[in-house]
């Protein structure tokens, strides 16, 4: 079982930077795959970035490559998601997400493939 919370969010202006926390409890967090997912209003959740269980693989949505970087942090049992040049299309609740694999694998876009989820915390980017 893993336990998540985020933090790190806020309103921000446009072009600005956020690190969002991903904080685990449990003890599996170092063989999970996680990722970061956002869900703006009247949108579905959609993928951001996903890292593997030792950090050295990374992946990103498009639309985010090259302002967003996720890494990780194992002996303290945290993610995060630095997010610079942030655009007010960034604006939206984000969730971390654990999965049980160890690596990204397959589907990592995929909201569904994840088994654990965090409570979410705004992101607000003002033009």
């Known amino acids: 079982q893993v336990q998540l919370v985020e933090s790190g969010g806020g309103l921000v202006q446009a072009g600005g930077s956020l690190r969002l926390s991903c904080a685990a409890s449990?003890?599996?967090?170092?063989?999970?795959?996680m990722g970061w997912f956002r869900q703006a209003p009247g949108k579905e959740r959609e993928f951001v970035a996903a890292i593997g269980r030792t950090g050295g693989s990374t992946t990103y949505t498009d639309s985010v490559k090259g302002r967003f970087t996720v890494s990780r942090d194992n002996a303290r049992n945290t993610v995060y998601l630095q997010m610079n040049g942030l655009k007010p299309e960034d604006t939206a609740v984000y969730y971390c997400?654990?999965?049980?694999?160890?690596?990204?694998?397959?589907?990592?876009?995929?909201?569904?493939?994840?088994?654990?989820w965090g409570q979410g915390t705004q992101v607000t980017v003002s033009s």
């Open positions: 997400a654990a999965r049980r694999t160890s690596y990204i694998g397959s589907a990592y876009d995929t909201a569904g493939n994840y088994d654990y």
């Open positions: 449990g003890r599996s967090f170092s063989s999970n795959a």
